[in-house]
């Protein structure tokens, strides 16, 4: 399950969707929006994103993720449009056989996605806003 959203994600949803009985781990990354960035007090987050490309770089990139471990099941979604203070941005589920590799495919998931996927994010502050680059 890969999902680009205007709407709040649903943990819980997701992590039932990676549900598994040859699963011995699930692992899930959720990306929150945080109140500082820099020493600077950010007010929200505002995404935008090309959603077909987004949902078909996501799919190659669990495909690649999926040739180095044995994933078992994945479930991907990502906010756009505003992201308060504490609500999460971006989730990622992945169950497999073992933690090993449960933990160490969901990082490779999410450090592609920020390096690959065009979803781009929007720091907003009380005194103006920037685009962020995800890796400077």
């Given at each position: 399950?890969?999902?680009?959203?205007?709407?709040?994600?649903?943990?819980?949803?997701?992590?039932?969707?990676?549900?598994?009985?040859?699963?011995?781990?699930?692992?899930?990354?959720?990306?929150?929006?945080?109140?500082?960035?820099?020493?600077?007090?950010?007010?929200?987050?505002?995404?935008e994103?090309?959603?077909?490309?987004?949902?078909?770089?996501?799919?190659?990139?669990?495909?690649?993720?999926?040739?180095?471990?044995?994933?078992?099941k994945?479930?991907?979604?990502?906010?756009?449009?505003?992201?308060?203070?504490?609500?999460?941005?971006?989730?990622?589920?992945?169950?497999?056989?073992?933690?090993?590799?449960?933990?160490?495919?969901?990082?490779?998931?999410?450090?592609?996605?920020k390096?690959?996927?065009?979803?781009?994010?929007?720091?907003?502050?009380?005194?103006?806003?920037?685009?962020?680059?995800?890796?400077?």
């Amino acid at each position: 399950m890969i999902e680009i959203t205007e709407h709040k994600i649903d943990v819980p949803t997701l992590i039932a969707a990676v549900s598994h009985d040859g699963a011995g781990a699930t692992d899930v990354f959720i990306g929150t929006t945080r109140n500082k960035t820099s020493e600077k007090a950010v007010v929200k987050l505002d995404f935008e994103a090309y959603e077909p490309m987004a949902v078909k770089e996501l799919q190659k990139i669990v495909d690649r993720a999926k040739e180095q471990w044995p994933i078992l099941k994945y479930a991907i979604s990502h906010r756009v449009g505003v992201v308060e203070i504490g609500e999460e941005a971006v989730v990622i589920a992945v169950s497999t056989p073992h933690r090993q590799a449960a933990f160490e495919s969901c990082q490779f998931i999410i450090d592609e996605l920020k390096k690959t996927v065009p979803i781009w994010k929007k720091e907003i502050f009380e005194d103006g806003d920037v685009w962020v680059a995800s890796h400077p």
